[in-house]
């Protein structure tokens, strides 16, 4: 019965038994309390489509569907609240993708559900950036959009510790409180004047709850010393995580981006038996305001997850090793292929064998240029048409031998807004 729908996927009906027929359509921000269908289709985008006779179902209807919905619960939109506005505590999360076989965690009890947000940039995004601004403060507030209460554990080191945020400080109105449905509570993060010190700093503070989907939710802060550019530097009380979160966001100039994320190459992550002389190969990238981009490469001895004798190397034009075009060709994986296949042996007679043939040697082309552009790795599937990827390289000698090493690349403009790239691991041979 379900051929004729327009599209596959998770469906989350609402159903009214007290009334009678599905004549009485109602949708947002109208009062449907009363007024609404007996049998309705939660419609995954939130569009109300249905009920506005503006079709007969779309993809947007079912979950995730075209809006990547992968959660139902009392704060999402479409939501799980009754009728009469009061909850419904059904929540219907971590929906999977479309597929024949789909997952999706249940709920039916109250519970909490931490939000935060703050007043830099982008409100959703944990991260807090000060560029080279001190003095200057932001806030991070703290919701709890579900139907229980949230309960928010001991913020580590705010209160005992508050030298490992220097030069930030903290006033937290957060820590062992119990926030109500729809209440709120805020950190107060505060960059003061790191002078006569210099350089740049960035911290994270880590905010427990017994939210059951997110127990701790981590907030990144960076900042600089007036005029200075944000560099490779791990302050006292950063880890790796932190400072992976926080690189990207510390933009020294109001206004200025950083460039785009390198997307490192080779050696391909956990590779093995590398020699002690290795080239480090990434895909060079662009700025958003046209500003020239220099790289450094960075490289660690890693030992048990702690990073030691690290190198930041400064990658100048006269020590590229390599420069290449590489052309990246859209849609001719074998996916591509077969499709193509499918729809030549459709024909028949003679004109059918001829376009077998030709449909075999087209797609053993599309595999020979598939596995051609496979020997380096990390190479986008979904770039749309032919695109030219500069591949630039550089070499680092005298490595130390049976060593695990993690590198990365960044990407600096000449005004010191800096994009690093995800973090990749080899280790070199005996």
Same mark, same amino acid.
């Not at 947002?28 to 309390?33: E, I, R, T, Y």
């Not at 997307?263 to 590398?274: K, Q, R």
């Given at each position: 019965?379900?051929?004729?729908?327009?599209?596959?996927?998770?469906?989350?009906?609402?159903?009214?038994?007290?009334?009678?027929?599905?004549?009485?359509?109602?949708?947002?921000?109208?009062?449907?309390s009363?007024?609404?269908?007996?049998?309705?289709?939660?419609?995954?985008?939130?569009?109300?489509?249905?009920?506005?006779?503006?079709?007969?179902?779309?993809?947007?209807?079912?979950?995730?569907?075209?809006?990547?919905?992968?959660?139902?619960?009392?704060?999402?939109?479409?939501?799980?609240?009754?009728y009469?506005?009061?909850?419904g505590?059904?929540?219907?999360?971590?929906?999977?993708?479309?597929?024949?076989?789909?997952?999706?965690?249940?709920?039916?009890?109250?519970?909490?559900?931490?939000?935060?947000?703050?007043?830099?940039?982008t409100?959703?995004?944990?991260?807090?950036?000060?560029?080279?601004?001190?003095?200057?403060?932001?806030?991070?507030?703290v919701?709890?959009?579900g139907?229980?209460?949230?309960?928010?554990?001991?913020?580590?080191?705010?209160s005992?510790?508050?030298?490992?945020?220097r030069?930030?400080?903290?006033?937290d109105?957060?820590?062992?409180?119990?926030?109500?449905?729809?209440?709120?509570?805020?950190?107060?993060?505060?960059?003061?004047?790191?002078?006569?010190?210099?350089?740049?700093?960035?911290k994270?503070?880590?905010?427990?709850?017994?939210?059951?989907?997110?127990?701790?939710?981590?907030v990144?802060?960076c900042?600089?010393?007036?005029?200075?550019?944000?560099p490779?530097?791990?302050?006292?009380?950063?880890?790796?995580?932190a400072?992976?979160?926080?690189?990207?966001?510390?933009?020294?100039?109001?206004?200025?981006?950083?460039?785009?994320?390198?997307v490192?190459?080779?050696?391909?992550d +956990?590779?093995?038996?590398?020699?002690?002389?290795?080239?480090?190969?990434?895909?060079?990238?662009?700025d958003?305001?046209?500003?020239p981009?220099?790289?450094?490469?960075?490289?660690?001895?890693d030992?048990?997850?702690?990073?030691?004798?690290?190198?930041?190397?400064?990658v100048?034009?006269?020590?590229?090793?390599?420069?290449?075009?590489?052309?990246?060709?859209?849609?001719?994986?074998?996916?591509?292929?077969?499709?193509?296949?499918?729809?030549?042996i459709? +024909?028949?007679?003679?004109?059918?064998?001829?376009?077998?043939?030709?449909?075999?040697?087209?797609?053993?082309?599309?595999?020979?240029?598939?596995?051609?552009?496979?020997?380096?790795?990390?190479?986008?599937?979904?770039v749309?048409?032919?695109?030219?990827?500069?591949?630039?390289?550089?070499?680092?000698?005298?490595?130390s031998?049976?060593?695990?090493?993690?590198?990365?690349?960044?990407?600096?403009?000449?005004?010191?807004a800096?994009?690093?790239s995800?973090?990749?691991?080899?280790?070199?041979?005996?």
């Amino acid at each position: 019965f379900d051929e004729g729908l327009p599209a596959a996927g998770l469906t989350i009906w609402h159903i009214d038994e007290s009334r009678t027929n599905n004549k009485n359509e109602c949708y947002p921000p109208s009062d449907c309390s009363v007024t609404h269908y007996r049998v309705s289709l939660e419609q995954a985008d939130g569009l109300w489509d249905l009920e506005k006779d503006t079709n007969n179902g779309d993809n947007g209807d079912l979950y995730p569907g075209s809006a990547n919905n992968t959660s139902f619960t009392g704060s999402s939109t479409p939501d799980s609240d009754l009728y009469n506005g009061t909850a419904g505590y059904v929540k219907v999360t971590s929906i999977s993708a479309t597929a024949p076989v789909m997952t999706a965690t249940l709920a039916a009890v109250p519970e909490p559900d931490i939000s935060v947000t703050d007043s830099s940039g982008t409100n959703n995004d944990l991260e807090v950036p000060f560029g080279d601004i001190p003095n200057t403060s932001h806030t991070v507030t703290v919701t709890n959009l579900g139907d229980a209460d949230l309960n928010i554990g001991q913020i580590p080191y705010v209160s005992d510790q508050p030298g490992l945020f220097r030069p930030f400080t903290i006033t937290d109105n957060c820590s062992n409180r119990t926030i109500a449905p729809s209440a709120a509570c805020t950190l107060t993060i505060q960059f003061t004047d790191p002078s006569p010190d210099t350089g740049a700093w960035g911290k994270v503070v880590r905010i427990p709850s017994d939210d059951p989907d997110k127990s701790e939710v981590v907030v990144s802060m960076c900042g600089t010393s007036p005029g200075e550019s944000w560099p490779w530097t791990v302050s006292e009380g950063v880890n790796a995580e932190a400072f992976a979160r926080v690189s990207g966001s510390c933009l020294p100039e109001e206004g200025n981006h950083t460039p785009a994320r390198p997307v490192p190459v080779s050696p391909e992550d +956990g590779a093995t038996g590398l020699e002690t002389t290795v080239t480090f190969q990434w895909e060079g990238v662009t700025d958003p305001e046209g500003d020239p981009v220099s790289y450094e490469i960075r490289y660690c001895e890693d030992n048990e997850g702690l990073q030691e004798n690290c190198v930041a190397a400064k990658v100048e034009e006269s020590t590229l090793t390599g420069m290449t075009k590489r052309t990246v060709y859209a849609g001719l994986g074998a996916g591509a292929g077969l499709l193509f296949f499918g729809m030549v042996i459709a +024909g028949d007679g003679r004109r059918r064998r001829i376009a077998l043939l030709a449909g075999m040697i087209i797609l053993t082309a599309m595999l020979l240029v598939s596995c051609g552009k496979g020997a380096v790795s990390d190479v986008g599937s979904n770039v749309s048409g032919d695109t030219d990827t500069t591949i630039l390289s550089y070499t680092v000698e005298g490595l130390s031998p049976d060593t695990a090493y993690s590198w990365h690349v960044v990407a600096s403009d000449d005004k010191g807004a800096a994009s690093l790239s995800y973090e990749r691991s080899f280790t070199t041979r005996n």
